[in-house]
């Protein structure tokens, strides 16, 4: 079964998120943006796949279009962990992390995508999974900066049913109008995108510890300084989860031979997709980590992070960005109800995307 064509297509759908839209990588980001991949084979049989877009949208899509995909196409679709390996070495010279990894991720999912589909599976009974039919969510809300709105939405997520609640904030007077307004029993966790040196997070830390976080994600800066995150860990105590900037399972090694986290946060857009994503639950398990994936996707990037984790060894827990999007790939089916996203049951990733909904959002 051979690959015949890889395309991409960018989607901007309109989006609420409680409040003003966020500034992300220098720029408004006033569309959810989702990198589509579509593979298709000589077996009629078509994947879907998504590779990290957001801000490096235009450079993961490059990436695919002129050095990817005419390294792929011919290839053997089956062969999925003989192309992540031959790929990953062909190219190593591009980099290890970024847009030709990720790229890379995209194709993989798709792939795997077919796979379940020829064998008329969803993914989570390939992997061996006890088939959890649903995943806890936690809601995942932008930075708004203003404690009213964090403590609105905060709220607003507990009301739709959500137990966790993640900010993305920097500053303690957002935290405390959280845990103030959301009472003491949910789980608040703090993003904060590796802004601190070492000693600036330490402060932070002992900063935030009356609001009894359930993590501190990501408070070093740059994001593979591991020795610090471990020293973070060992002097504040605070839980430490960070993974969505790694760029392969290597990384993983490091970060846990370093003692850096408790919660290893793997992307699957990002990492090299289903096949090197097994890879680091697999190590995380041998080195006693917790996996909770990065996955503010809406696309098949969510949709394979929900199979991977209906087969995880571990309690699993998905990230859900607090965003509703004005249509949806996939109607409501994998829509939180009650705090649970609902595991798809049709083969491969479980969901085809709405060809109505490509059309209507696609850039081009
Ligand atoms: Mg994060």
């Known amino acids: 079964m051979k690959i015949t064509s890889i395309d991409t297509i960018l989607l901007r759908t309109p989006y609420e998120c409680g409040g003003p839209k966020p500034n992300f990588g220098g720029r408004v980001w006033d569309r959810a943006e989702t990198l589509l991949v579509k593979v298709q084979t000589d077996a009629g049989?078509?994947?879907?796949?998504?590779?990290?877009?957001?801000?490096?949208?235009?450079?993961?899509?490059?990436?695919?279009?002129?050095?990817?995909?005419?390294?792929?196409?011919?290839?053997?679709?089956?062969?999925?962990?003989g192309l992540m390996r031959e790929m990953q070495m062909r190219l190593n010279y591009q980099g290890r992390n970024g847009s030709v990894i990720y790229g890379m991720s995209g194709i993989d999912i798709a792939l795997w995508d077919?796979?379940?589909?020829?064998?008329?599976?969803?993914?989570?009974?390939?992997?061996?999974?006890?088939?959890?039919?649903?995943?806890?969510?936690?809601?995942?809300?932008?930075?708004y900066t203003d404690p009213t709105i964090v403590a609105k939405n905060t709220v607003a997520s507990i009301e739709r049913g959500f137990q966790y609640v993640k900010l993305h904030e920097i500053d303690e007077p957002q935290v405390r109008a959280a845990r103030?307004?959301?009472?003491?029993?949910?789980?608040?966790?703090?993003?904060?995108?590796?802004?601190?040196?070492?000693?600036?997070?330490?402060?932070?830390?002992?900063?935030?510890?009356?609001?009894?976080?359930?993590?501190?994600?990501?408070?070093?800066?740059?994001?593979?300084?591991?020795?610090?995150?471990?020293?973070?860990?060992?002097?504040?105590?605070?839980?430490?989860?960070?993974?969505?900037?790694?760029?392969?399972?290597?990384?993983?090694?490091?970060?846990?031979?370093?003692?850096?986290?408790?919660?290893?946060?793997?992307?699957?857009?990002?990492?090299?997709?289903?096949?090197?994503m097994r890879k680091v639950i697999a190590l995380a398990e041998a080195f006693n980590v917790r996996v909770v994936p990065h996955s503010p996707y809406f696309g098949p990037g969510l949709l394979a992070t929900l199979q991977l984790l209906s087969a995880a060894p571990q309690m699993p827990l998905v990230e859900w960005l607090y965003f509703d999007l004005e249509q949806t790939l996939y109607g409501d089916a994998i829509a939180p109800r009650n705090g649970q996203i609902a595991v798809p049951q049709g083969p491969g990733l479980g969901l085809d995307p709405d060809a109505k909904v490509i059309e209507r959002y696609r850039v081009g």
């Open 45 to 81: 049989v078509t994947g879907w796949g998504e590779a990290f877009g957001y801000n490096v949208a235009p450079t993961t899509k490059t990436a695919i279009d002129t050095v990817l995909a005419p390294l792929y196409v011919g290839s053997d679709a089956r062969n999925i962990e």
């Open 114 to 143: 077919i796979a379940g589909k020829i064998a008329q599976q969803p993914l989570h009974r390939m992997f061996g999974g006890s088939g959890r039919s649903h995943i806890t969510a936690y809601s995942s809300l932008m930075r």
């Open 180 to 276: 103030e307004a959301g009472g003491p029993h949910f789980g608040l966790m703090v993003d904060t995108n590796c802004p601190w040196s070492l000693g600036e997070a330490l402060a932070m830390a002992r900063r935030m510890s009356p609001y009894n976080l359930y993590w501190l994600e990501e408070p070093c800066w740059p994001p593979e300084n591991f020795e610090a995150l471990a020293a973070v860990r060992a002097k504040s105590g605070v839980t430490v989860a960070a993974g969505e900037n790694a760029g392969s399972v290597m990384d993983f090694k490091h970060m846990f031979q370093a003692g850096a986290v408790d919660v290893a946060q793997p992307s699957v857009t990002k990492i090299g997709g289903i096949t090197e």
